[in-house]
């Protein structure tokens, strides 16, 4: 498969220099940035952040795909080769983009793990939560991570991005509040979650995790749940322990579904999140979404 990539790759290159110049070598008007994101979550911050001046390219954005399982192609490759910004999450979630970067030969390019940024790391004997867009102030940092890496190869705009992850950054306050707010009222309300994708967001608001570690994490790595750790879950709402199930829907099976079921039996709110973006959303009305599916399940 490593060979076949470095055949597309090489074709691929020489097509996109030949489209890109002139007849005597020069370039063509003033070329975009190009952002490369593994998911359309950080591409669409992207594209606000660097507006009019970049071309984003996000390598994960249909809804209904699992980034865990992505399988990369020579197309994404390609990409990764001209950019001028490579953004990856980190922490294990997106290897992928690591693996093709060692057969894109792009030194050059600058590259951002928002992980790194974040400073998180694993709890003694834990796993790390890589799901870390779901944290505001991590976000924040990235907006501002990124305006430097564009404004280093675009100095001429570098006040027009400076100014834009300003303004991303004054959107995150105001879903911060909320955060806040919600705390203020609902701290130490238990809640459930079949993955761990949302666990930034819920307990910036104040929420207990409930759920036994051993099925969120064998939901997460696509291992069989103990069956201790099913019925544990389950009890959970049969006894009304927690405020409400936040369901991953983009990896749905046979337990989380049973465990979605005993929600609604018992009458406990069920609150979808998603690894990337939905059709349509652009980042911070996602968060606002998902903040308000939070705020109607606790009333």
């Known amino acids: 498969m490593k060979a076949r990539l470095g055949l597309v790759f090489a074709a691929c290159v020489l097509i996109a220099a030949s489209s890109a110049c002139s007849s005597d070598g020069s370039s063509i008007g003033r070329r975009m940035l190009s952002v490369v994101a593994s998911t359309n979550v950080y591409g669409d911050v992207a594209a ?134 919600l705390a203020a009222v609902h701290s130490g309300a238990g809640v459930a979650v079949t993955e761990p994708v949302p666990l930034y967001l819920l307990e910036a608001a104040g929420l207990t995790n409930l759920t036994p570690p051993e099925f969120s994490e064998a939901i997460e790595e696509g291992t069989d749940v103990p069956v201790s750790a099913l019925q544990a879950t389950l009890a959970l709402f049969t006894s009304h322990q927690v405020a409400l199930l936040a369901y991953n829907e983009q990896t749905a099976g046979p337990e989380t579904e049973q465990v979605k079921a005993a929600a609604v039996a018992n009458n406990i709110p069920v609150v979808p999140v998603t690894e990337t973006l939905p059709t349509g959303e652009d980042y911070i009305g996602w968060m606002s979404d998902n903040l308000s599916a939070i705020e109607t399940a606790l009333r």
């Open 48 to 181: 606000r952040v660097g507006g009019s001046a970049v071309a984003v390219t996000s390598l994960i954005s249909d809804p209904a795909a699992d980034p865990h399982s992505y399988e990369a192609n020579p197309q994404n490759l390609l990409a990764l080769s001209q950019a001028d910004v490579i953004v990856e999450n980190g922490g294990g979630y997106d290897d992928f983009v690591d693996t093709m970067l060692s057969s894109a030969n792009n030194a050059a390019a600058a590259t951002i793990n928002v992980v790194e940024l974040s400073g998180k790391a694993a709890a003694a004997g834990g796993e790390l939560n890589e799901h870390v867009w779901y944290d505001f102030p991590t976000m924040g940092r990235f907006a501002d991570a990124l305006a430097s890496a564009l404004s280093s190869r675009d100095p001429e705009d570098a006040a027009t991005f400076a100014a834009n992850a300003t303004a991303f950054k004054n959107d995150l306050a105001a879903l911060t509040r909320r955060e806040t707010a």
